[in-house]
């Protein structure tokens, strides 16, 4: 028989949270703590942060890993009680010292972003490496061997090494992480040595798209569309970024609109559809995670300034992202 937060996680997964709560209520009573922090969390997906909070708080005094974790990150993004870098900085670290991996993958982003603590690369590498050792496939969305992997590609606090970065991004896909299989994906296809290694990079992406990381079918989508590494096939291209564009990724709209800026005869009707999707690249900007697609957005002015009105479209930002989109 499936004991009683079991049942409850499931029901929340299924969105009836009412129903969850309930069981997961009972769960606590009979001694299962963390089903608290179960509850915390779907009060967290339903935005009643300060309920969350408070079922966060509680299961600290229990000591549950996961729950300092949470309460850090709620005090990092001011969400149900004041933004407090410090204490989110703190919590962070008492989740770390009961080993909950993703606790120590925040420390490291302040460490490497300067967040509070002084910037210092080779203490973010470090502490996003000692991470790795406590993830499982049990943990959600499990981030240390992604940081690890990016420290390494990237050559932040640690020597460049894309060998060693592609082993931990592949550690971080075999973990469930869809990040991971994205990032798997991209370094195989990076000027691949075989057509072995192409098709393993195609079929991580293929898996990245699947496990809903959406950005994964625009990287596809490119791949067919410029035909460095694979045959250029603009059907295919095609197939990929509508892919992207169902599910509203950030990566398929700047292919998308790099697939059209790049046509011949663009009539008006499809530079306005063009500038539709660009300017949700534009409207991006005010996401930290999107930084990448605000300076590709500002390129594509920047190459076509002379092709689409842009200073028009981004007064009329906010109504471009209500229309569904395919390609054209």
């Known amino acids: 028989m499936k004991n009683l937060r079991l049942i409850g996680i499931e029901l929340a997964e299924e969105g009836k949270y009412n129903e969850a709560i309930i069981m997961l ?3 606590y009573d009979y001694g299962d703590f963390p089903a608290l922090n179960d509850i915390g969390v779907i009060f967290e997906k339903n935005e009643e942060y300060e309920k969350a909070f408070e079922c966060y708080i509680e299961c600290t005094e229990k000591g ?6 949470n309460v850090g990150n ?3 993004k001011g969400y149900g009680v004041k933004q407090d870098y410090k204490k989110a900085f703190e919590y962070y670290l008492e989740s770390a010292k009961r080993k909950y991996c993703n606790a120590f993958d925040k420390i490291s982003t302040f460490y490497n972003e300067g967040i509070y603590v002084e910037k210092n690369d080779k203490k973010a590498f470090k502490m996003a490496l000692k991470g790795t050792k406590y993830e499982t496939k049990y943990v959600f969305d499990p981030a ?11 050559g ?3 020597k460049m090494n ?3 970065s592609l082993k931990y991004y592949e550690k971080a896909a075999k973990l469930g992480s869809a990040l991971g299989m994205y990032n798997t994906g991209l370094i195989y296809t990076y000027k691949p040595s075989s057509e072995k290694k192409i098709n393993i990079g195609i079929n991580y992406l293929i898996k990245a798209g699947k496990n809903k990381f959406y950005d994964a079918y625009g990287a596809l989508a490119n791949l067919y569309l410029e035909g460095k590494v694979v045959p250029k096939d603009i059907g295919l291209a095609e197939y990929w970024v509508n892919k992207g564009l169902e599910n509203r990724s950030w990566g398929s709209l700047l292919t998308y609109t790099k697939m059209c800026l ?3 005869n663009l009539s008006k009707e499809i530079k306005l559809d063009v500038a539709e999707h660009a300017i949700a690249l534009y409207i991006a900007r005010s996401d930290e995670d999107y930084t990448y697609y605000l300076k590709q957005y ?3 002015k920047e190459e076509y300034r002379n092709v689409i009105d842009w200073d028009d479209i981004e007064l009329n930002a906010e109504s471009y992202l209500n229309k569904d989109r395919k390609v054209c």
């Open 64 to 69: 549950i890993p996961v729950s300092f974790y």
């Open 156 to 158: 932040v606090g640690v």
């Open 74 to 76: 709620l005090y990092e």
């Open 25 to 27: 209520k009972k769960a």
């Open 162 to 164: 894309l060998k060693k």
């Open 144 to 154: 240390c061997n992604n940081s690890v992997g990016y420290y390494y590609q990237k």
């Open 262 to 264: 790049n046509g011949e």
């Open 298 to 300: 500002n390129l594509l």
